[in-house]
């Protein structure tokens, strides 16, 4: 490959008064299995070295080198080069705090979210013993757990989703697939009633308008709306628990659900 890369990078830095947004051209040589990460990296260590991007493991495991390449959210390091035009341009992720030029703050929303869901296990045990043997699990149960267990919480999804961009106070698909992790997870206590008063209302699964985008952008995959419209469905069953009959309720709920093991 002898293609010379013209990139485009959105440069402001908010802490600065003097600073404007605006975009700077950088050029860059290809070669083989160059990633964008690489020619960042390789603009930071050869151009200039004011560039804020983030970056840790490199390889599509911390998520923190998201940004919007050529107007789609995605990870630097998972994409090559050799996919993209000879011309690229690069913009931070919507929707968070903008730290400077392709760097944001996707942690504090995470955490913030993740304590608004609660996203760990409510267990019952009046005790943790740690001689016990550890609680056994169903393969199959154990392998969809870890299926939504596979967030990296780059903050793709979010950047993409519609219903984000308009109401800062939605939770997101990554929220709500985690819930739908821990509605799963039988070492979870919490009622249905406790799923509700979290995800039942317009900040969570109701207020999806169903885009699809958050699953598109997704770099590992997840079924993101899969799960999304198993919440919703399980969600909506609940809200009309007192006025259609528990049966015909539990076989709306549960058909062709995989959740439907779970919770009884």
């Not at 495991?61 to 035009?85: E, F, W, Y």
């Not at 919703?232 to 009959?245: C, D, F, N, T």
């Amino acid at each position: 490959m002898n293609r010379m890369l013209t990139l485009n990078i959105f440069r402001y830095n908010p802490l600065d008064p003097d600073s404007q947004p605006r975009m700077q051209t950088f050029t860059v040589q290809e070669y083989d299995s160059m990633t964008l990460f690489i020619a960042l990296t390789q603009i930071r260590d050869e151009k200039d070295p004011t560039l804020k991007v983030d970056f840790c493991c490199r390889a599509g495991i911390c998520g923190s080198c998201a940004m919007v390449i050529n107007g789609r959210p995605g990870l630097a390091c998972h994409t090559q080069t050799k996919d993209l035009p000879a011309e690229i341009t690069l913009h931070p992720l919507p929707f968070f705090q903008l730290l400077g030029d392709l760097s944001v703050d996707t942690g504090s929303w995470f955490r913030k979210t993740g304590l608004q869901i609660e996203a760990w296990c409510h267990s019952d045990d009046k005790a943790f013993d740690p001689t016990a043997d550890e609680m056994r699990m169903d393969n199959d149960l154990a392998n969809e757990i870890f299926e939504l267990d596979r967030c990296i919480e780059c903050g793709c999804c979010v950047a993409a989703c519609g219903t984000a961009r308009m109401r800062t106070d939605f939770l997101g698909a990554v929220s709500i697939m985690r819930v739908a992790r821990f509605y799963l997870d039988p070492r979870d206590k919490r009622s249905e009633d406790d799923y509700y008063d979290v995800i039942g209302n317009d900040q969570g699964v109701f207020g999806c308008m169903g885009l699809l985008a958050c699953e598109d952008v997704c770099p590992k995959g997840i079924p993101l709306q899969d799960q999304l419209g198993i919440m919703r469905r399980m969600m909506a069953m609940h809200s009309v628990k007192g006025v259609l009959p528990r049966p015909l309720i539990e076989t709306i709920k549960k058909k062709g659900c995989c959740h439907a093991h779970a919770q009884s």
